[in-house]
């Protein structure tokens, strides 16, 4: 069997699976050749399939977020790629759980409408919370490093670890999930309590400054 109905065996949508696609339409960049399978994943049910078929066809793979911080080769990629998009938020007081296919801007929202504050410093950055995690993502001296209390992520293998903030050893723009093969699922955060007026002002300040900055 082939590897497209090896996918739809595994109960991939079928409209979840891109074949040949063009990464030029999936990163920042705009750039790069085609990747043999595209694919957006909505479950961890869906990402362990992928790795199985993956080490069963001896098949590479790689994982997206939202494509602002990588190059795909002009000659492509011959293997799958697996963009996460599971967006879940649950917010319990001061404490986020949120998947890491959520982009830092609707993140941000629901902050802002919770009164919560201390991610105002990523509603400019245009990615997902998996790729903030894994690069430390930061701007205006915060980072991610500073509102992290846990971190769930899949091992190759498909077995699911939970790390400390200490664990993923986050350093400028880097983390433990640099070196480690490893796909974050989710992240638990912790914020503060503000009054919604100063909150949101900050945050549409930060939002207009990184507006002006990257249209210049
Ligand atoms: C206009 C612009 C402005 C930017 N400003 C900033 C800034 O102010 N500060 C800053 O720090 N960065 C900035 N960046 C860089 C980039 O946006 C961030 O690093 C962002 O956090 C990347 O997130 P992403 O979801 O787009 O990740 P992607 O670009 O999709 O992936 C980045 C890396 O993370 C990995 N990855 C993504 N999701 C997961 C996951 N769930 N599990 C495991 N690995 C994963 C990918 O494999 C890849 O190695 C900017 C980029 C652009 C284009």
Same mark, same amino acid.
């Given at each position: @069997? ?83 998009? @599971? ?37 400019? /950055?245009?990615?997902? /919370? ?13 980072? @991610? ?72």
């Amino acid at each position: @069997m082939d590897i497209y109905n090896k996918l739809l065996e595994s109960k991939i949508k079928k409209e979840n699976i891109y074949v040949n696609e063009d990464m030029s339409k999936h990163t920042s960049f705009k750039t790069g050749g085609k990747a043999d399978y595209f694919i957006k994943v909505y479950s961890i049910e869906e990402i362990k399939n992928i790795l199985k078929i993956s080490k069963e066809n001896n098949i590479p793979f790689l994982v997206l977020g939202n494509g602002t911080n990588v190059l795909v080769k002009d000659e492509g990629y011959k293997g799958i790629i697996i963009q996460i998009k @599971m967006e879940e938020i649950h917010i319990d007081g001061t404490q986020v759980i949120v998947d890491s296919g959520t982009k830092n801007a609707t993140l941000s929202r629901r902050l802002l409408e919770n009164s919560l504050t201390g991610f105002e410093f990523a509603s400019g /950055i245009p990615g997902t /919370i998996g790729g903030a995690i894994k690069m430390n993502a930061g701007a205006y001296g915060s980072e @991610m490093k500073d509102i992290v209390l846990e971190v769930t992520y899949l091992d190759y293998d498909g077995n699911v670890h939970k790390i400390s903030n200490d664990d993923c050893k986050f350093q400028y723009r880097s983390s433990i999930f640099s070196q480690k093969n490893a796909i974050i699922l989710q992240a638990k955060l912790n914020f503060r309590l503000r009054k919604k007026r100063r909150n949101r002002k900050k945050s549409k300040r930060i939002i207009n400054t990184t507006k002006r900055k990257t249209t210049t």
